[in-house]
């Protein structure tokens, strides 16, 4: 019956992204910004990339992470920010069906990925600071690949599960969608087929491949935190403390966004509200993740 239904209609074959609406006078400032935001993070982390390689004092274990989490937010920008500056300075918000997939694919495992990369740093940090003198022996050259390949593994894993589904999804209704990239729900919501288990699933996999590393990071914070607040001299715990910071700041902005977006109501007034907050874990996060070599 619902193959009957939806049969007679015409599939569309590409979207529209609304952006940031209808403000041409400040198209070419948006562009301008994001731009300058674009170049700053590919630059920035790049940058990273070529010192953790040609520094022989920061083959450790803690800047691994960091040169794969620099390599992670490039991609990540690139996923997003080309597309929105394209729009921005020729006014072309289309982008293809299959297109919007693909973003949405990258995206996702990025996005899962960055979990368990922060995750691991986490962990990282805690051995370091917490058990400092099995540091050395649990933190070695193997795990630490281990840890790395296990990160992009289930990033790839949770957002190939996802898409298989999806790409049965058929489109032929309204094709607008309310944001500067292809947000899964508000993809989803476009489907003329089913989408409830669309819905499920999306829940599913972000609970079960993003809730682990969320809980670790969380947990080795707590740890770390506790066991500095410990150190009986304020040099001590400067000294500690300076080692995570950064991080830190990563994690919190990369989490406090992406949960904040996830709670919102979806209500009208809350719309840009939104928009803003996805920018920070699409464009804030990549740019300032170089701060963590501090």
Known sequence: MA?????????????ILLGFGDLP???IL??????????????????????????QHLHTPMYFFLGNLSCLEICYSSTILPRM???????????????????????????GTECYLLAAMSYDRYLAICKPLHYSALMNDRFCLRLAAGSWLNGCLAATIF??????????GPNEIDNF???????????????????LLDFILAGVFTLPPFLLTLT??????TTILRIPSTTGKQKAFSTCYSHLIVV??????????????????????????SLCYTALTPLVTPSSTA
């Open 25 to 27: 006078e400040l198209q």
């Open 252 to 277: 919190t902005i990369y989490y406090g966004t992406l949960m904040s977006v996830s709670m919102l109501p979806t209500l009208d007034t809350l719309r840009v509200l939104k928009k803003v907050l």
């Open 85 to 111: 500056l394209a729009y921005l300075l020729t006014g072309d918000r289309t982008i293809s069906v299959s297109g919007c997939i693909t973003q949405i694919y990258f995206f996702g495992v990025l996005a």
């Open 220 to 225: 080795s914070y707590v740890c770390i935190i």
């Open 3 to 15: 193959d009957t239904r939806w049969g007679n209609q015409t599939a569309i074959m590409e979207f």
């Open 163 to 172: 898409i298989l589904f999806m790409s049965q999804l058929i489109f032929c």
């Open 181 to 199: 990239y292809c947000d899964v729900i508000p993809v989803i919501k476009l489907a003329c087929s089913e989408t409830r288990l669309m819905v």
């Open 30 to 55: 948006l562009f301008l910004l994001f731009l300058v935001i674009y170049m700053a993070t590919v630059a920035g982390n790049i940058l990273v990339m070529v010192l953790i390689v040609a520094d």
